[in-house]
């Protein structure tokens, strides 16, 4: 019994622990890796030329000149990756990022033409087959379910808002 009672505690102190580092490294590793791949398609954007003219955007993007479009898209994805990766005005970069998101799958990502969920389903891949027109939206809903612990629960310990905060107070 004493051995017992000596492993429970044993896990107990891992357990706590681990929930203190739990505290700051998840948040911090999700802003870190959704900044890489923000930055990156960003900076891709910035240094190529704007396709977003072969785009049908979702109203009211769609109201929008491609140009302004582009711009738009190039700024949110660099900037906020930025702002992720020091952990500034973190809820507002997420949810423009989650918009800028989902814009991107209902324009570009989505299944063109589907009947069934199974149809539906088929997308769910990270690339596209020529011409099969089920999309491929894997990738961006992995990113926006990704960015919904940093709305919620905002950048973390390890952040500049964090520091913000404790400035405020």
């Known amino acids: 019994m004493m051995l017992f009672t000596q492993f429970v505690q044993f896990y107990q102190l891992i357990c706590s622990k681990l929930e203190m580092i739990g505290s700051w490294l998840p948040q911090l590793f ?27 955007f979702p109203f009211p993007f769609s109201l929008l000149p491609p140009d302004i479009s582009w711009g738009m898209a190039t700024f949110f994805e660099i900037v906020g990756a930025f702002a992720l990766a020091i952990g500034v005005a973190t809820r507002f970069f997420t949810i423009s990022l989650i918009i800028l ?3 991107a799958i209902a324009a570009v990502h989505w299944p063109s033409e589907w009947n069934t969920l199974s149809e539906l389903l088929t997308g769910y891949r990270i690339t596209d087959k020529e011409g099969d027109g089920f999309g491929n939206y894997k990738i ?3 990113y ?17 808002d964090q520091l913000i905060k404790r400035f405020i107070k």
């Open 140 to 142: 961006p809903l992995l």
């Open 144 to 160: 926006i379910i990704m960015l919904i612990p940093l709305l919620l629960n905002g950048a973390g310990k390890l952040s500049v």
């Open 101 to 103: 998101t989902i814009v």
């Open 30 to 56: 999700l802003r870190l890796i959704l900044a890489w791949e923000f930055g990156e398609a960003g900076f891709e954007k910035l240094h190529g030329s704007n396709w977003f003219a072969d785009i049908t």
